[in-house]
T-cell receptor
Framework: EAGVAQSPRYKIIEKRQSVAFWCNPISGHATLYWYQQILGQGPKLLIQFQNNGVVDDSQLPKDRFSAERLKGVDSTLKIQPAKLEDSAVYLC?????????????FGQGTRLTVV | QKEVEQDPGPLSVPEGAIVSLNCTYSNSAFQYFMWYRQYSRKGPELLMYTYSSGNKEDGRFTAQVDKSSKYISLFIRDSQPSDSATYLCAMSLPSGGSYIPTFGRGTSLIVHP
């Protein structure tokens, strides 16, 4: 079974530029998460999708961050414009079931550096 | 006060030692309790999860939950250098038919030969 795929692995941009990250979850997984992990901290949930609907986006800075999940499969996370404090690893995860707890499978993440 | 508190370490132990990792939480509505392991430059991977208070064992790993004290622990027996990683506790809240996971900041563990 293929894992969660993310691209790019690394990205360096200047502040005020835009950037987009892509995630392809494990086939058949209904739930998709985007997390932000700042160095030395745990992952912080930005947005959670159930199929192509949003379950929770309360911690997504909506003035600069946006995310979509097309046809309930792939997802993109965009930052526009980027700030220095957005430097972090952006992790995508997916899980197979709705309602009952199931394991979240993580991708390797995209390491963003804003200079 | 954060919902999930976890000492960042680092915790350095000799090979073969018993390791104890802990988290405290403030929200009594958390239902599932999980431990993830994260190697450097990798995504987290689930080690164990539990729902109720008590102990759950899986090989060298034991997860313990005390809901009355809002305290969870992960014990690693006969620790190995390959156990060197960051250990993240996580807890999930039910919301809209799904579960919203919240992570601690992670404890860095170093097992030296």
């Amino acid at each position: 079974e293929a894992g969660v795929a993310q691209s790019p692995r690394y990205k360096i941009i200047e502040k005020r530029q835009s950037v987009a990250f892509w995630c392809n979850p494990i086939s058949g997984h209904a739930t998709l998460y985007w997390y932000q992990q700042i160095l030395g901290q745990g992952p912080k949930l930005l947005i959670q999708f159930q199929n192509n609907g949003v379950v929770d986006d309360s911690q997504l800075p909506k003035d600069r961050f946006s995310a979509e999940r097309l046809k309930g499969v792939d997802s993109t996370l965009k930052i526009q414009p980027a700030k220095l404090e957005d430097s972090a690893v952006y992790l995508c995860a997916s899980s197979p079931l709705r309602g009952a707890y199931t394991e979240a499978f993580f991708g390797q993440g995209t390491r963003l550096t804003v200079v | 006060q954060k919902e999930v508190e976890q000492d960042p370490g680092p915790l350095s132990v000799p090979e073969g030692a018993i390791v104890s990792l802990n988290c405290t939480y403030s929200n009594s509505a958390f239902q599932y309790f999980m431990w993830y392991r994260q190697y450097s430059r990798k995504g987290p991977e689930l080690l164990m999860y539990t729902y109720s208070s008590g102990n759950k064992e899986d090989g060298r790993f034991t997860a313990q939950v005390d809901k009355s004290s809002k305290y969870i622990s992960l014990f690693i027996r006969d620790s190995q250098p390959s156990d060197s990683a960051t250990y993240l506790c996580a807890m999930s809240l039910p919301s809209g038919g799904s579960y919203i996971p919240t992570f601690g900041r992670g404890t860095s563990l170093i097992v030296h030969p």
